[in-house]
């Protein structure tokens, strides 16, 4: 194990970049992770909408919420991101206690495995599926419906520490992320100006 803080490659599994197997970008390479990428988190929200009219018991419906956000945050977490994307992303605390972020990503020709299909996919459902939650977290609140903010903060808690790993996982370190929001809203504020300028 290597224990990284930044977005350095290491090799996820040596055998699947030996086996050289090549395929079409578009094609989805793991249809069953594809599926299970989107079932347990789709499966939670849809629980959450139509639990009052499923079942009457709050405990039920609130037990098969978190079960469902667990087997995707695990899911995600050790399976999908590494089949998918070829990420994988965990915190290690060491001897000595200390935390440590580790990121594994593939190296060389094991990045071209990840088909733009999968990677669509992975992602789409990693970003919509937590601002979702954080959607269900107002509308609760809002509606003074309590006794569900817990179950809610579980969706946002879960499936954002996820959405959160794989952005640092992806992009880097923390001041890589900042340095990308500045350059992403400098560029903007930049094309508006000079958009502006033309306009006169």
Known sequence: MMRLDSNDEVSLFDAE?????????????????????LFFRVSAIIVYLLCEFLSSS????????????????WTVKNITGRLMVGLRWWNQVDDDGQSHWVFESRKGAGKQQASDSESRIFWLGLIVCPILWVIFAFSTL?????KWLAVV???VVLQGANLYGYMRCKVGSKTNLKNMATNYFGRQFLKQALSKEEET
């Open 58 to 73: 709050f405990i039920a419906c609130m037990v098969t919420i978190i079960l469902l956000l667990s087997c995707d945050f």
């Open 142 to 146: 809002i509606s003074f419906r309590i």
């Open 153 to 155: 903060i579980m969706g």
């Open 17 to 37: 970049e030996d086996t050289g197997r090549k395929s079409k970008k578009s094609s989805i390479r793991h249809p069953v992770a594809s599926f299970f990428h």
